[in-house]
């Protein structure tokens, strides 16, 4: 099994419609990252968390919330989604911190009309 | 700010050629570099990585050297496989825990038997 797991793996949505992408990890780490990647644009940091009670904005969190339910859930969600939302999203996994290892889920690619 | 800069892809080469991907960055302070790869279909993965001047990463036949003087963390490798076609992402971490590794654009490598 995977240790970051993401579902849904795809995701078809109406402009306005709320959607909620889910992260869950087998690592026992602390730290989760929520990223989206836009062709040509690489990844960028939509929110992140270094334990249950801390939940911290990254550089594109306008438009998005998150949720840390436990040690191993992070969730995501776009309260009313709009097609540049469109793109694939990625949770991440750390055990110390950004100078170490990053663990990627297998993306989800959401699609919004 | 911190910025990330790759060469433009898509990089085509035969099987056993040379690689290079360039790599040049743009951080406040002395950064840790790392490249991270991307499988079709996953996500990404640690390559390799160097936390200080001069440290060379290497992991599975790829090479970079962290270069001060000239802001650059290439990547190398003497003979490619088909298997190495991957979308490849040069970062950068900064310190402070703060917003996240900062992610060049990518560069999409594709090795031809």
């Known amino acids: 099994d995977a240790d970051v797991t993401q579902t849904p793996r795809n995701r078809i949505t109406k402009t306005g419609k709320r959607i909620m992408l889910e992260c869950s990890q087998t690592k026992g780490h602390d730290r989760m990252y929520w990223y989206r990647q836009d062709p040509g644009l690489g990844l960028r940091l939509i929110y992140y968390?270094?334990?249950?009670?801390?939940?911290n904005k990254g550089e594109i969190s306008d438009g998005y919330s998150v949720s840390r339910q436990a040690q191993a859930k992070f969730s995501l969600s776009l309260e009313s989604a709009i097609p540049n939302q469109t793109a694939l999203y990625f949770c991440a996994t750390s055990d110390s911190g950004l100078n170490e290892k990053l663990f990627f889920g297998s993306g989800t690619q959401l699609s919004v009309l | 700010g911190n910025s990330v800069t790759q060469m433009e892809g898509p990089v085509t080469l035969s099987e056993e050629a040379f690689l290079t991907i360039n790599c040049t960055y743009t951080a406040t302070g002395y950064p840790s570099l790392f490249w991270y790869v991307q499988y079709p279909g996953e996500g990404l993965q640690l390559l390799l990585k160097?936390?200080?001047?001069?440290d060379k990463g290497s992991n599975k036949g790829f090479e970079a050297t962290y270069r001060k003087e000239t802001t650059s963390f290439h990547l190398e490798k003497g003979s490619v496989q088909v298997s190495d076609s991957a979308v490849y992402f040069c970062?950068?971490?900064?310190?402070?825990?703060?917003?996240?590794?900062?992610f060049g654009k990518g560069t999409h490598l594709i090795i031809q038997p």
């Open positions: 968390s270094f334990d249950v009670k801390d939940i």
């Open positions: 970062a950068l971490y900064s310190g402070g825990g703060a917003d996240g590794l900062t």
């Open positions: 160097a936390t200080k001047a001069d």
